[in-house]
């Protein structure tokens, strides 16, 4: 913000010059609003810093994730293992690190395949109403009525356990949802006379939704997704903690908990570690989501 | 004697460009009469409504140097003496029946509710009470629709029922906010009718808030012309057409005629105006 | 320029209009008078395309209009909405708005057009880059005329384009619509209930009451107060108060 040309009244202008110089002023309108927001900034921080250190975890852990020696199994936090070892030697500090880039390869895979595919069949559906939303939507009604966690482990029973199935199977699950939404938004504007006005200049309905009724969905869905992170964490911890996500020696949180539970009682920290990165995690993507919520839906918000 | 004493009512907002100031020194006596306030969008008429029931909500901040309604000081009273003297005594008509009334609660209950909260009564003389003021606003058959359901009504009965809900406790002042914008042609007359009945039988003072100048001239006694948060014109209601300001004689040029042979319409010079003020 | 034949349109099987006919010539301007649930609004919304239920004929220019519209209907055949607040998408500029037609239609010289427009219809060339919240009322109706007009069509119709607005800028807009009629020889076609604005704008209207067409008149007659119909009389006798 220190050169000129980016000064706060160059981006609060009302009066933009370029397409360029008004998309920037209302990006910086929404952070600036989301700055005002404590919390979203803790969120916003806490997601801020799992991308660094997933980024770069080798050269942040103090040691392997994966070697350790055996004469060191098991040591309570140290000054020279902040988080102690686990059974087999290892610094869980360094795995807990490593094991970040697990999570945000899951959290992000799955939020690319299952928020635009539920985007597009909600916005489809709610569109065209009729009997393209009573298929639609039924079909997308038979998977919200399976239980998540148990469809992802028929999911991962069938096609074998992995990294890659757990985030199949995930998706498989969380698209419905997103497809809920972006209907139910569609459907409060389907009728709006603004859609009317471009169906009326001859524009397809391909372009409709995906350059006039998409965009309006998109906010929210962010939202959701964001609010979601959490819960996939949680369930690719649970796939991982059942043996069915991440495989050994992966380090992911999950799976360390459940190696962890053996020793609870008198080892306590190695199950504990990995359950505070999860705590935290999840409780980082929560916040910023509530933050984004209160920003980016315009519902609740009073304008004067 | 007065009823409603305001003097220099200022209400501000926030915003990302300083402090705005809608309403800027109102000034203004109300005695058991019809007021009208005629302004356009933005003029504050509608903020000064809300701010005289005190509905304005922060980070807005409404002050005075004096704001009294029938001897009792407004600005310092607290939430809770408010919320008794709103509804009791004063009460204020919204816009839109169909977003002031609850959807899932039977009319004649929801006008019953007001009465359960200001008056002890039980629940038959409450029942008769709002068959009397149902009937007051000319619905025909009271005893049916007070088992009916806001949505099973037209928007005209739906705005009676508003009016039958906020005279039901017999307030001394009443404010209504573009009663009728919502309404058709023919069903607007009918409402404003039933308000100036109950003006005149009651002895309520009415102010009505509207951006219909003749609507305004023809059914008030007095009218306050708003135009940026200040009062420009105060006149007589049958005054209107004598009016001196700029402002008012650009507004009542700007109104197409039925016998309209005009080939462009005047159009208000704001530059002008806002030097004139 | 637009002939309408023994027109019924009807909603999930009730009829709300009944074999409605009358035509407008070219470079006219006609009303539709009546109150809401009159039908004004949906003989409207069957010429748009918008309400499917339809029987009798629509002819634009000698053509007659079937189910679908095409291209080269939306290229003849233009609408200005009520709301100005509801018919301008909340998250695209004026730019973005204006732009549409010409990318739907595969027209070059976005720039040059867009800024021509925003001339013609009297908006500053600043507001080009604002959202909808930013303008006031006025001047999004001037966004949405400057839409219809994109694609230069030789009809427009107007669904109560000034109601939703204030007094004095309803003048403008009223002119603005008179002064384009004269530059571009357009042909309106007006749904309203408020006589006087009629007075201004139109050559004849047709009074309509519960989908029947009571009559068609000159404003002639309208000025002078000699409407046929009863029901005409009625308009506006409440009209004057």
């Not at chain 1, 000064?7 to 929404?30: C, K, V």
């Not at chain 1, 962010?222 to 992966?250: E, H, K, N, S, Y």
């Not at chain 3, 925003?118 to 959202?131: I, K």
Request: glycine share 8%; charged share 20%.
């Amino acid at each position: 913000m220190s050169m000129a040309i980016f000064s706060r009244d160059w981006l609060l202008s009302e009066d933009p010059e370029t397409r360029a110089q008004a998309r920037l002023g209302q990006f910086y309108r929404l952070m600036r609003a989301l700055m005002r927001n404590p919390l979203a900034m803790v969120g916003l921080a806490i997601i801020v810093a799992l991308l660094v250190v997933a980024a770069f975890a080798p050269w942040i852990a103090p040691y392997s994730p994966l070697q350790g020696s055996l004469q060191n199994r098991l040591q309570p936090p140290s000054s020279a293992h902040w988080m102690g070892t686990d059974e087999l030697g290892r610094d869980i500090l360094s795995r807990v690190i490593h094991g970040s880039r697990i999570t945000l390869y899951i959290v992000l895979l799955v939020a690319v395949i299952s928020a635009p595919l539920g985007l597009i069949v909600g916005a489809v559906s709610g569109y065209f109403g009729g009997w393209v939303d009573k298929v639609l939507m039924g079909f997308t009604d038979i998977f919200l009525s399976m239980p998540r966690l148990i469809m992802a482990l028929a999911f991962v029973a069938a096609l074998g356990p992995g990294i890659e199935n757990a985030v199949i199977a995930i998706a498989i699950t969380a698209w419905p949802v997103y497809a809920r939404i972006a209907r139910a938004e569609t459907l409060t504007f389907r009728t709006a006379e603004f859609i009317s006005a471009v169906q009326m200049q001859g524009a397809s309905h391909a372009r409709v939704i995906w350059r006039h009724v998409i965009p309006l969905c998109l906010s929210s869905t962010i939202v959701r997704v964001t609010l979601d992170m959490a819960g996939i964490i949680l369930t690719a911890a649970g796939l991982g903690f059942l043996g069915l996500g991440a495989q050994p020696p992966l380090p992911e949180w999950g799976a360390m908990i459940s190696r962890g539970r053996a020793f609870i009682l008198d080892q306590w920290w190695v199950a504990t570690m990995p359950g505070f990165a999860i705590v935290i995690v999840s409780l980082g993507f929560c916040l910023f989501g509530d933050g984004l919520r209160d920003v980016l839906d315009p519902k609740g918000k009073v304008k004067v | 004697m007065s009823l409603l004493h305001v003097e220099n009512l200022r209400v501000r907002f926030p915003t990302d460009h300083g402090e705005v100031e809608v309403v800027k020194g109102l000034t203004f006596d109300l005695g058991r009469e019809r007021l009208g306030i005629v302004g356009e969008s933005g003029s504050g008429k509608s903020m000064t409504g809300r701010a005289l029931m005190g509905l304005i909500a922060p980070p807005g901040r409404v002050t005075a140097d004096r704001l009294e309604f029938d001897g009792i000081d407004l600005r310092n009273l607290p939430e809770s003496g408010l919320r008794r003297l709103r509804g009791a005594r004063m009460s204020m008509v919204m816009q839109d029946p169909k977003f002031s009334l609850n959807p899932v609660i039977r009319i004649g209950e929801q006008i019953g509710e007001a009465l359960q909260f200001h008056r002890s009564m039980n629940a038959r003389a409450r029942k008769q009470a709002v068959l009397e003021v149902l009937e007051a606003v000319r619905i025909n058959e009271p005893e049916r629709v007070y088992r009916l359901f806001p949505h099973e009504v037209s928007g005209g009965m739906g705005q009676r029922v508003m009016i039958a809900m906020m005279v039901v406790l017999q307030p001394d002042l009443m404010i209504a906010d573009e009663p009728t914008s919502a309404l058709d042609v023919s069903v607007r007359a009918t409402v404003l009718e039933i308000l100036d009945d109950l003006v005149r039988r009651r002895g309520m003072g009415l102010i009505l808030i509207s951006h219909d100048l003749d609507m305004v001239a023809r059914w008030c006694d007095r009218i306050l012309v708003m135009y940026a948060g200040r009062v420009v014109e105060e006149c007589a209601a049958e005054k209107l057409h004598e009016a001196t300001h700029p402002y008012t004689r650009g507004l009542l040029a700007s109104v197409p005629q039925l016998n309209e042979t005009r080939r462009r319409l005047p159009v208000l010079d704001r530059a002008a105006i806002g030097a004139g003020t | 320029m637009i002939s309408i034949e023994n027109l019924t349109v009807s909603f999930g099987g009730t009829p709300v209009v009944h074999e409605v006919s009358f035509a407008v010539a070219q470079g006219e301007s006609f009303a539709l008078v009546g109150e809401s649930g009159s039908g004004k609004s949906t003989i409207l919304k069957a010429i748009a395309g918008q309400a499917h239920e339809w029987t009798g004929a629509i002819r634009i220019g000698g053509d007659a209009l079937g189910k679908r519209r095409d291209a080269a209907f939306v290229r003849r055949v233009q609408m200005v909405f009520q709301d100005p607040y509801g018919s301008l998408h909340p998250r695209r500029t004026v730019d973005d708005t204006l732009s549409e037609p010409l990318a739907v239609h595969r027209i070059k010289g976005h720039d040059a057009r867009v800024l021509a427009m925003l001339d013609a219809v009297g908006l500053s060339r600043r507001f080009r880059f604002r959202l909808p919240h930013q303008l006031s009322g006025g001047q999004r109706q001037r966004v949405a005329i400057a839409r219809a007009l994109m694609l230069e069509p030789e009809v427009l119709l107007l669904d109560e384009p000034t109601s939703a607005l204030d007094v004095s800028v309803q003048a403008e807009i009223l002119n603005l619509l008179a002064d384009l009629r004269e530059d571009r020889g357009l042909t309106y076609l007006l749904v309203t209930h408020d006589l006087p604005i009629v007075s201004f704008l139109c050559d004849r209207l047709g009074v309509l009451r519960a989908g029947r067409l009571e009559e068609v008149s000159d404003v002639a007659s309208l000025r002078a107060g000699h409407l046929d119909s009863a029901y005409g009389r009625e308009l506006v006798a409440r009209s004057s108060g």
